[in-house]
């Protein structure tokens, strides 16, 4: 049992200091899972702080749990900032005013981002176009380079920022904070996207939704195919940088699909024409017969309509549907086939944290784990737009400072998809 509530003056601390934790905390599975190991909470807690539906009402449900946790949940608190590398809201409860008797600054901090090019709307294709249940899933980003004066929400406030932090470039990463030994240890967990199981479906609700849906239960579900271009040849593409960052969307994509139940194959740096290769060998499997759908995930910069080789070749996205049609693709024909595509579309910018990912990705990956059980995919992208929506880039001195990101979706499935993860129970 716990001790009955935290100090008051810790409580004190996490209140004055709740604005911008709300903002800026990242409450992902390695946080919860710290505050867990030191039982500051309990498993039903984690499960229903990681199934918040936004970032900050996931820190809001955490603010508003902490202080009846007992006096050793705001030190248990502070080591969780650290270990997963936010330094920098540690800093701003333990150096407030009240407790060192000196006037702190507050410093108005995000994780890292770069920004990536218009990216990420889940692009459902028509009939006419597509065959039936194809669905494609890219991100689009608008950037916001003035604040609107007229709303009293989108006036932008004062903010002050670490001067030993350098301030972010287009394609260069934001704001490092410097690493300590210690917090070397932790990196690549304290990193990592969200990716606690995802969620399984039970039998009712197979059994209440199975005829209404598509077909949904073979064993894999389908494969996937993930191509992420992360390295451009400097030569032949000068103008392509590094996608840093895009790594982890891939590895994210993998884990995920494959806890979905689908066999996943990764190939990352491609041209152009070795993406139309390796597209046109997976659409002949001739193993798509005896499974129920396909993933396809395009991961590089891009233009509209069109996504980047490492050669600097574009290749049209129009072929890659086309490419599953029921000419070229009959086995999979009234299967749904579903395209997710983070790329550049020219002209704006998307948001691509070099440790997290990209938004996008992000957002699908944790949706997917907490909803896919009930929730069918359209209403899972909906989630993903909303959720993309309320974020703010971070990157000062910069065009995209604030900049703000939607993702969009169109679809041409005539039934509902749900994915029925684990059903019946197989791995």
Known sequence: MLECGMLERDRQTIRRCSVVLCKQLVVDAMLIQSLQADDILTESMAESILGEQTSQKRS?????????????????????????????????????????????????????????????????????????????????TGTKRQRMKKSGSDKQTDRFVDPSLPFPTQEVIAAKRARTRESMEFSLDADSPINSPVLPCTSDFYLSHCQQSYRMNSSPRGFALVISNVTFDPCAAPDLDPRKGGEVDDEVLRKVLTELDYLVTVHRDLTAQGIRTCIEKFCRRSDHRTVDSCVVCLLSHGVDGAVYGTDGQVLQLDWVF???????????QNKPKMFFIQACRGGTAAMRNTKRGSWFIQELNTALRLHAKDTHLADILVQVNRNIKEREGYAPGTAHHRCKEMSEFTSSLCKDLYLFPKYPSQY
């Not at 502070?78 to 000196?102: F, I, K, M, N, V």
């Open 322 to 332: 086309e490419a599953f049609d029921n000419a070229h693709c009959p086995l999979l």
């Open 60 to 140: 809001w449900h955490l603010l508003q749990l902490l202080p009846k946790r007992g006096p050793r949940a705001f030190r248990s608190f502070c080591a969780a900032l650290r270990e997963t590398e936010q330094q920098h809201l540690c800093d701003l409860l333990t150096q407030s005013p009240e407790r060192d008797g000196r006037e702190a600054q507050l410093k108005s901090i995000q994780p890292e981002e770069e920004p990536e090019g218009k990216a990420g709307r889940l692009l459902m294709q028509t009939p006419e176009k597509k065959s039936e249940g194809q669905s494609l899933s890219e991100n689009r």
